[in-house]
């Protein structure tokens, strides 16, 4: 699944960008950037309220800060890390796209739906309304024909129909389920349970569940090494990120977060040597080494007061499915 998000792939659309860190700060309604290389905030600008996440879009050529109380979506052009004019939108938690790259899929948290819109006129199409509470994040399946979203105040997780906006099934998990990411065999779900304290597996075939690995407190955001070998999973309820080994399924590593922190949402660098999450309760942003045997802390900047879904970007791929960086 993720052949063409190894280290370094930029697609040519993105090989120009600078690399940046862009932090949304849901208390100080800001948007932060950040250098890298330096680890310093180089901008800053103000953005509507509460916004959650940055989201780079399907063609990789614009970052959108979603902007959940504020309804409204502003573009970022990436070459100049400067907003341009805003989209209004209604309840936009978080934002997803279709793998054929005709529309944009808006979680309404709030109103208990995805909203479909065409991504070139960003009219609304259609709607699918989900039997949960707190709809949040997703990721697709192998053939892209599905997807699995989570549901963190009703402990749900569904499955969709993606073209016929059908539901075809619906597990209660309990707990409090977040990020999902697929394995990059494509058989199996990973799902985040924040009040579990540990990942689920779940069988992307059947939608059964197959297991489940503790991690820690507040297991919460899902990613992938950039050589597909590893799943790192932060435990913001603990402050630690643990090492998960695809092919074991068996954990080979904590970085523990000294004097604590609140490992939120975030990504890989393009080059795949850093993992950068944002510390949603600590108005900070962490730099991990994803070395797997001495990788850990190397950096904790302050950022603004509630930073939450962070893009590093350029990220590698052919086009982004949403999220910070879920590519393909």
């Not at 105040?153 to 539901?167: M, N, P, Q, W, Y």
């Not at 990020?179 to 199996?188: A, H, M, N, R």
């Not at 090494?225 to 074991?248: C, W």
Request: with cysteine; net charge positive; charged share 20%.
């Amino acid at each position: 699944m993720y052949a063409f998000t190894q280290a370094g792939m930029l697609a040519p659309a993105v090989k120009d960008f600078p690399q940046r860190v862009y932090v949304p700060d849901g208390k100080t309604n800001r948007l932060y950037v950040i250098d890298p290389k330096t680890y310093r905030i180089v901008d800053s600008y103000p953005v509507d309220a509460v916004p959650q996440h940055v989201v780079p879009s399907y063609d990789l050529k614009t970052l959108y800060v979603v902007n959940d109380v504020g309804q409204t979506l502003i573009p970022v052009d990436p070459k100049t890390a400067k907003p341009e004019l805003r989209i209004r939108i209604a309840d936009p938690y978080n934002l997803y796209f279709t793998p054929d790259g005709k529309y944009a899929l808006v979680v309404a948290e709030v109103k208990q739906r995805l909203d479909f819109y065409d991504l070139q006129t960003w009219r609304h199409k259609s709607s699918i309304s989900v039997p949960c509470k707190g709809v949040n994040h997703m990721d697709y399946s192998a053939d892209g024909r599905t997807l699995v979203a989570a549901c963190e105040f009703s402990g749900d997780l569904l499955k969709i129909d993606v073209a016929a906006r059908k539901l075809l099934a619906k597990i209660s998990l309990g707990g409090m389920p977040q990020d999902v990411k697929l394995s990059p065999d494509g058989q199996i779900f990973y799902v985040a349970d924040m009040m579990a304290g540990g990942v689920h597996l779940i069988d992307a075939e059947k939608f059964q569940p197959m297991g489940f690995i503790p991690t820690g407190k507040g297991a919460h955001g899902l990613y992938p090494s950039r050589d597909a070998k590893y799943l790192y999973i932060s435990n913001r309820g603990e402050g630690s990120v643990s090492v998960l080994e695809f092919a074991t399924r068996k954990l080979v590593a904590k970085w523990k977060i000294p004097g604590g922190g609140s490992p939120d949402m975030g990504g890989v660098s393009a080059d795949g040597k850093q993992l950068w999450l944002a510390g949603r309760y600590h108005g900070e942003v962490y730099v991990f080494d994803t070395d797997p045997k001495q990788g850990g802390l190397i950096r904790r900047i302050k950022v603004g007061k509630g930073p939450h879904g962070l893009a590093i970007y350029p990220q590698p791929g052919r086009y982004s499915l949403g999220h910070t960086g879920v590519t393909r």
